[in-house]
């Protein structure tokens, strides 16, 4: 009898929305990893030289951003309407099951001045990565952008430059949409298991 063992990236996403710290919506999905992602992991676990000793790669996931494109974005009179379809301008046609795209299609700013948010790891058991970030009512729904109706999700390497609009990502998932006010404050917790 022949034993055959895989080892697969498995992925999950949980957000969970709240308002004054009650829990008021909830999204569950499972991202894929784009070739860029598969590529990045494929050489981040070896050294393409031994003198001296050399890594192929020494950047981690960093980021998440978040984004109002993909085809399941459900509030597309909002995501088109001023001043949101001026400054982050798009089609809504990626979907989270074609693994060739490279960047989040809409994304959006956390702030005035930064695309990226950190995301930092925790591994609650030895074979699993939580990449967590909580963000604030502050965050994403500023002024003029009161109502940010969010769909899209991806994340980044270290590689990625917070303040450059449209960074290639190596995950990434689409969800129905949450509609991000200053009301509302929510977390993501993006799980991946080997």
Known sequence: MRIEDFIEVKSNLVIVVRERGKIVDRREGHNIWLNLGREYLAQLICYVSFTPVTAERDDRLR??????????????????????????????SQTDSEPTMTRIERPVRLSGSSDTYQAPAQHPVATQTVLSRLFTSVDVSYAPFLTVPLSEIGLFTGDANPSVYNNTLVAYD?????????????????????
């Open 63 to 92: 980021y998440m951003g978040l984004g109002m494109g993909g085809t399941r974005q459900l509030a597309l009179a909002t995501a088109n309407a001023a001043p949101l379809v001026t400054a982050y301008p798009g089609t809504n």
């Open 174 to 194: 689409t969800f129905d949409t949450l509609s991000k006010t200053a009301a509302f404050e929510f977390e993501v917790a993006w799980t991946i298991r080997f």
